[in-house]
């Protein structure tokens, strides 16, 4: 039976706790959000003798650390010319070279805590649907190599076929740190280990007020004000009002995913024989990969820049699917559901404090790997410990004259341009030759 709205992930997560909906009337330590951000700095805090509450709006892990394709990688999506341009040639190395330990921190941290999450390194492939597009992925892959150690393989045409069947791609690079793991089953261990420890996580607790200073912020919320000396904001693709300062910084951006049936275990081994994470470098921003059964393939991406509903997302994203295994077009889809990445102008994360509130927000499709890391490091930063020393702590956010903080609907204009303009052109060059 078709699951049109419900993320397939949730059909093997654990029973959600029994959480307060009330928060105490005053803590050490606040931190708005409870997912994989909110959650890592609680941890944090708390194994560092900080008295830590998390408050959710909602039910916690029921946002993005649920709803995304569970990749897990800290590759940035950007050029080091366009981080140059942004921040600065220092700090653009500097975020190169600390993306890695931002993988293999979450990567440790899921070993060590004994998290069930279906963790595998399977390697990321980012395939370039041009041979113009092949080119800049190699110039990128270059600079990357010659900046940082990292473990990469230009991958030509002819030896796509070992990663992945299809008719589609000019060639692509593989990134061999890089893993895959179930989202959902991710946050179920985050939230055990959280609540095993005494952290206090109130859940329906929507924040509706803010106001005072480091060492004496003053929060209202929907069921019950709250004091607290030190305040952590991690809201990411769900940063509204009051948050304002914030919210016109980050945006949410759907992104869309879809479920097929189950398939056959040789259907599965041809499309994907490396059974690796895959993501391109259309402007559709394609990503997909093998559920961590093995029985099917979770595939994502741009069905669109403003909430579409389920259905129609499914049918978009469905249609990209079979353009790039034709043998698809049979297949049911059983499961379509999207989230809210947090998105910045610049595309990159940032790490910092406004108005004596740290923050850790903006991961831009990289949120797997980079929250928990991030979490843990805005939490040292709040408590003053040099161990939250982060390079991300140098892209500061911008923001736009014409996003107010509310719905962006600037959006809406960048639905029409990539359809109408930009698809098409791809389309055009690829079938060029380009």
Same mark, same amino acid.
């Given at each position: 039976m078709a699951e049109f709205g419900t993320p397939y992930w949730w059909e093997d997560g654990q029973p959600l706790p029994d959480l307060p909906s009330v928060p105490p009337t005053s803590t050490e330590m606040l931190v708005v959000g409870a997912?994989?951000?909110?959650?890592?700095?609680?941890?944090?805090?708390n194994r560092a003798g900080v008295k830590v509450t998390v408050i959710d709006g909602g039910i916690p892990g029921q946002g993005a650390s649920s709803r995304n394709g569970g990749m897990c990688g800290a590759h940035t999506r950007i050029s080091v010319d366009a981080m140059t341009a942004s921040f600065g040639a220092d700090a653009a !190395?500097?975020?190169?070279?600390?993306?890695? /330990? =931002?993988?293999?921190?979450?990567?440790?941290?899921? !070993? =060590?805590? +004994?998290?069930?999450?279906?963790?595998?390194?399977?390697? &990321?492939?980012?395939?370039?649907?041009? =041979? =113009?597009?092949?080119?800049?992925?190699? &110039?990128?892959?270059?600079?990357m190599k010659e900046i940082s150690a990292y473990d990469l393989a230009v991958i030509p045409k002819p030896d796509l076929a070992?990663?992945?069947?299809?008719? #589609?791609?000019?060639?692509?690079?593989?990134?061999?740190?890089?893993? %895959?793991?179930?989202?959902?089953?991710?946050?179920?261990?985050?939230?055990?280990?959280?609540? %095993?420890?005494?952290?206090?996580?109130?859940? +329906?607790?929507?924040l509706i007020g803010l106001s005072g200073r480091e060492g004496a912020h003053e929060?209202?919320?929907?069921?019950?004000?709250?004091?607290?000396? !030190?305040?952590?904001?991690?809201?990411?693709?769900y940063t509204r009002r009051p948050l304002s300062w914030l919210a016109r910084r980050v945006f949410?951006?759907?992104s869309f995913i879809i479920a097929t049936?189950?398939?056959? $275990?040789?259907? #599965?081994?041809? @499309? /994907?024989?490396?059974?690796?994470?895959?993501?391109?470098? &259309?402007?559709?921003?394609?990503?997909?990969?093998?559920?961590?059964? *093995?029985? &099917?393939?979770?595939?994502?991406?741009?069905?669109?820049?403003?909430?579409?509903?389920?259905h129609y997302a499914a049918k978009r994203l469905r249609a990209t699917m079979i353009g790039i295994w034709p043998d698809l077009r049979d297949v049911k889809i059983t499961h379509s559901w999207r989230g809210y990445t947090g998105f910045t102008f610049e595309q990159m994360p940032h790490v910092g404090s406004h108005m004596g509130a740290h923050f850790a927000v903006g991961y831009s499709g990289s949120g797997v790997a980079l929250a928990p890391y991030l979490g843990m490091k805005?939490?040292?930063?709040? @408590?003053? $410990? !040099?161990? *939250? $020393?982060?390079?991300? /702590?140098q892209t500061f956010p911008t923001t736009?004259?014409?996003?107010? *903080? $509310?719905?962006?609907?600037?959006?809406?204009?960048?639905? @029409?341009?990539?359809?109408?303009? #930009?698809?098409r052109w791809e389309d055009y060059q690829a079938a060029r030759g380009k």
């Open positions: 997912g994989y951000t909110g959650l890592s700095a609680a941890i944090t805090t !190395k500097a975020l190169i070279q600390e993306a890695p /330990a =931002a993988y293999a921190f979450t990567r440790d941290f899921i !070993k =060590a805590e +004994n998290i069930a999450c279906d963790f595998q390194q399977t390697g &990321r492939i980012v395939l370039s649907s041009t =041979a =113009a597009a092949q080119a800049e992925m190699i &110039r990128l892959a270059r600079q070992s990663h992945i069947r299809s008719e #589609v791609y000019a060639g692509g690079v593989y990134y061999a740190d890089h893993g %895959a793991l179930q989202p959902r089953k991710f946050h179920d261990g985050l939230m055990a280990i959280a609540l %095993a420890e005494g952290v206090n996580v109130v859940q +329906n607790c929507h929060v209202t919320t929907s069921t019950g004000p709250i004091k607290a000396e !030190k305040l952590i904001l991690a809201t990411n693709g949410p951006l759907p049936e189950p398939l056959p $275990d040789a259907v #599965v081994s041809s @499309l /994907a024989p490396g059974r690796r994470m895959m993501v391109e470098t &259309r402007a559709r921003h394609s990503y997909y990969r093998v559920s961590p059964d *093995g029985s &099917r393939i979770i595939f994502g991406g741009r069905a669109g820049m403003v909430p579409y509903g389920p805005v939490a040292y930063r709040a @408590l003053g $410990d !040099k161990r *939250g $020393d982060t390079a991300y /702590a736009r004259p014409y996003h107010f *903080g $509310d719905y962006p609907w600037f959006l809406t204009a960048g639905e @029409l341009w990539y359809r109408q303009v #930009v698809d």
